[in-house]
């Protein structure tokens, strides 16, 4: 089955540590995309890659960091420096970046630092 | 800068009966892209419906069907038949396509409870 794989479901940290979030497809597409969800805002864009060693900040990058050494794989990961860093964390995918090509959605995962 | 609004942060409906689900946007470009997602309690995300700016035929998928009228920036969503299945929280998008490549822009949300 294709898809896009999103590990763990849940990650709990204490604040002040590092942690990445795993993001994986094997869809073959060439774009992917990290979105930020939190109640009442939507979806927002922090991240998004249209090609493998190429990324580009989105609306929320401050206090993140992503790598793209390989085409099915996009990892996030979430600083110290991200003053609030609790929230539902979304990857996505598409044949290309900035299409009418549907954008398929990862499960999630959910972080929480106290 | 485009923005997507979403004036209903709730609603309900009676199963089989249709609701209308409202999204109003805000830009000056007139080639652009209009989508409609879907996240159920399992907050897993699904395309529903999405429209092209230059086609005037209003799409549709099944019970979805969307109103767009281009004049008044607006993109309704329309669902037939309502199903307790259809219960979720719903994402109007906007991507531009003219001036160079920008990603999508999400409404904040409508969330839809189906009763039986």
């Known amino acids: 089955d294709g898809g896009i794989t999103q590990s763990p479901k849940y990650l709990f940290r204490k604040e002040g540590q590092n942690v990445t979030l795993s993001c994986e497809q094997n869809?073959?597409?060439?774009?992917m995309y990290w979105y930020r969800q939190d109640p009442g805002q939507g979806l927002r864009l922090i991240y998004y890659?249209?090609?493998?060693?190429?990324?580009q900040k989105g609306d929320i990058a401050e206090g993140y960091s992503v790598s793209r050494e390989k085409k099915e794989s996009f990892p996030l990961t979430v600083t110290s420096a991200q003053k609030n860093p609790t929230a539902f964390y979304l990857c996505?995918?598409?044949?290309?970046?900035?299409?009418?090509?549907?954008?398929?959605f990862g499960p999630g995962t959910r972080l929480t630092v106290t | 800068a485009q923005t997507v609004t979403q004036s209903q942060p709730e609603m309900s409906v009676q199963e089989a009966e249709t609701v209308t689900l409202s999204c109003t946007y805000d830009t000056s470009e007139n080639n652009y892209y209009l989508f409609w997602y879907k996240q159920p309690p399992s907050r897993q995300m699904i395309l529903v419906i999405r429209q092209e700016a230059y086609k005037q035929q209003n799409a549709t998928e099944n019970r979805f069907s969307v109103n767009f009228q281009k004049a008044a920036k607006s993109f309704s969503l329309k669902i037939s038949d309502s199903q307790l299945g259809d219960t979720a929280m719903y994402f109007c998008?906007?991507?531009?396509?003219?001036?160079?490549?920008?990603?999508?822009?999400f409404g904040k949300g409508t969330r839809l409870s189906v009763i039986a």
């Open positions: 869809l073959n597409h060439d774009a």
């Open positions: 996505a995918s598409s044949i290309a970046a900035f299409s009418s090509y549907e954008q398929y």
């Open positions: 890659s249209q090609i493998v060693n190429d990324f």
């Open positions: 998008a906007f991507m531009n396509h003219n001036s160079g490549n920008t990603p999508l822009v």
